[in-house]
């Protein structure tokens, strides 16, 4: 009799492990679901550890679609080596999976913590961004097959079957971290306490699983391994969060130059003053309502007596940072806000004006200057500022407290939103004679709508027929594409336009920051400073109208520190001869201010 032939195994041998059925101390079908509810916290932990590093990173080097690019990519492609790896795990998976998440929640929660510490210190953050990314993608591509070995160790079933479980409880646990992460451990915790506490809970839910539920699976040694390495990473963890207060001072210090004054978060940012209050550091030791100096000239405004070495310590110059960018300083306000609004303010009537953005209350100081100004209107996203600029004694006394003004009214809202929806109809006040644009920098992720035309579009609706607008289009001369794409982006919404650039001062070169464009003569990005070579400031604007606009300061206009009509004509030839012609214009589907 001929035997019936072995049966051919293709592929390699099952581990020993991966087929033999678990030793539980619940039923199976309670162990099943205790793995899909570790399954599910695991996923979110792993979530909010990759929001949380591009959120800080977009944070410290601004433009999110870039780094949340760099982020996902390297993340999905470590995530597949790992599950690559996790293959010689399988064998002991109990055992591997939880070490595994002993050290994800040790990488996951010490993350936003490295990431700011190697910025704040080093000045650098984009390979350790990759880094991170790299280490937490390979774990969290392991947990996979792992998970799928324990589950099916449980209780056998169909591979489609058990795989269809595994990502359900997965994707929910996804869905439950990423709206974890902006809705309450952002806002609440913060950045660094927020992943700390996200490792602490995936250090306890894989811990606990496998000295739990798969204890009889472990030897009394690995059983001990297992206990001691989360105890000691909880501990790690633990101390971390101790730490934080102290550690983020410290790296604001770092961060800013000298010691914060103020640093609180909004909610839409994060808000940090430096300098102090007195006259040396609102630069109020000239005359009270800021007018010429002794010699009668106007010039840029340099550091006022006793303000200390390039302004630092925490009695120098105010500056006020907005998500680490450089929003105000006292040393480059009058020179910036002098340029932004007086031309706009020339030329024709200037009863109602519109503020969009302006928060600081420094373009509406300005505005308050003319006489005949009957009504201002500030829209500013973050209310949290406009409460500064109102009750914070530098900044309020810097803008000379113009938003408590009876004729200035403060609106919270998006300004696309509002002039969207109508804010500058007839019923809320407008149209308006003049429209200041005191808006974040274009260039950067979070500005391209407001530098759009269809913004613009929007705008021009709010003016009246004689109405100016006056914008901040970014510096010309280190950034001509991205000036002249301002120009090309107004001037297709209907408007004509005349380019000027005010000059500021000579600053240190700063290392290069990707997507963080400039706003003041000083860095334009918190952070170490350079003592390198130096180089001219200034800032480029735009007066439009829906005729060719004439630029000039009318005979009212008060007495300025900076602005003449002679640095004012300058200020407009000197681009002339750097135009670049058929750029097309910035929309939202096409946001060329990347490019």
Request: proline share 8%.
């Amino acid at each position: 009799m001929i035997d019936p032939p072995e049966p051919v195994h293709r592929g390699s041998p099952e581990p020993p492990e991966a087929g033999s059925p678990a030793r539980l101390p619940v039923p199976a079908g309670l162990g099943r679901l205790l793995v899909l509810a570790t399954v599910f916290v695991c996923a979110a932990c792993g979530l909010v550890y990759e929001l949380e590093l591009v959120a800080l990173a977009s944070y410290l080097t601004g433009d999110s679609v870039t780094q949340a690019s760099v982020v996902l990519s390297v993340m999905v492609f470590a995530m597949g080596i790992g599950s690559l790896l996790a293959k010689r795990l399988r064998c002991r998976a109990a055992v591997g999976f939880g070490a595994l998440e002993a050290v994800l929640a040790l990488v996951g929660g010490f993350s936003a913590m490295a990431l700011y510490a190697c910025y704040a210190w080093f000045g650098q953050s984009r390979s350790v961004l990759v880094t991170f990314s790299l280490a937490m993608g390979m774990l969290i591509g392991a947990e996979v097959p792992l998970l799928m070995t324990l589950i099916q160790r449980v209780r056998r079933q169909d591979a489609g079957g058990a795989v269809a479980d595994l990502f359900a409880a997965d994707y929910v646990g996804a869905l439950v971290g990423g709206l974890a992460f902006p809705f309450l451990l952002l806002p609440g915790l913060g950045q660094v306490s927020g992943t700390l506490l996200t490792g602490s809970v995936n250090a306890v839910a894989g811990g606990g699983l496998v000295l739990w539920l798969f204890r009889r699976d472990l030897t009394v040694r690995a059983r001990w391994s297992l206990i001691v390495a989360n105890v000691l990473v909880l501990a790690l963890l633990a101390a971390g969060t101790a730490l934080v207060p102290p550690f983020e001072r410290a790296a604001r210090d770092a961060v800013y130059g000298s010691a914060a004054r103020v640093a609180v978060r909004t909610g839409i940012q994060e808000v940090v003053i430096t300098g102090g209050t007195g006259p040396a550091a609102t630069d109020r030791t000239g005359t009270a309502d800021g007018h010429l100096d002794r010699a009668g000239q106007g010039g840029p405004a340099g550091p006022a007596p006793g303000s200390g070495k390039n302004g630092a310590g925490a009695g120098g110059p105010l500056g006020l940072y907005l998500d680490g960018r450089l929003r105000a300083a006292a040393q480059d306000d009058h020179p910036y806000h002098e340029g932004l609004v007086h031309p706009a303010m020339a030329g024709g009537p200037h009863r109602r004006v519109l503020v969009l953005g302006g928060g600081d209350g420094l373009a509406a100081r300005e505005v308050l200057r003319h006489p005949g100004v009957t009504a201002v209107t500030v829209v500013e996203l973050d209310p949290g500022l406009a409460r500064l600029a109102r009750t914070d004694p530098g900044l309020s006394a810097l803008n000379r407290h113009a938003l408590d003004d009876p004729r200035v009214r403060v609106v919270a809202g998006d300004v696309f939103e509002w002039l969207r929806r109508g804010g500058a109809a007839a019923r809320n006040g407008g149209p308006y004679d003049v429209v200041i644009a005191d808006l974040p920098d274009p260039g950067s992720t979070a500005s391209t709508k407001l530098y759009s035309q269809e913004f613009y579009g929007l705008v021009s609706r709010a003016l009246t027929r004689g109405g100016r607008l006056a914008v901040h289009a970014g510096e010309p001369a280190s950034r001509p594409r991205t000036f002249w794409t301002v120009d090309a982006t107004v001037r297709a919404a209907g408007l004509r336009t005349v380019p000027y650039r005010i000059p500021g001062r000579t600053v240190p070169r700063t290392p290069p920051r990707t997507g963080a464009p400039e706003r003041s003569c000083g860095t334009g990005h918190a952070g170490p400073r350079s003592t390198g070579h130096r180089r001219a400031c200034g800032w480029g604007f735009l007066l439009a109208a829906h005729r060719t606009p004439r630029l000039a300061l009318s005979p009212d206009t008060p007495a300025l520190r900076s602005l003449t009509p002679a640095t004012l004509q300058a200020a407009a030839r000197s681009l002339a001869p750097t135009r670049i012609p058929g750029l097309p214009p910035s929309t939202l589907m096409h946001p060329r201010h990347l490019d």
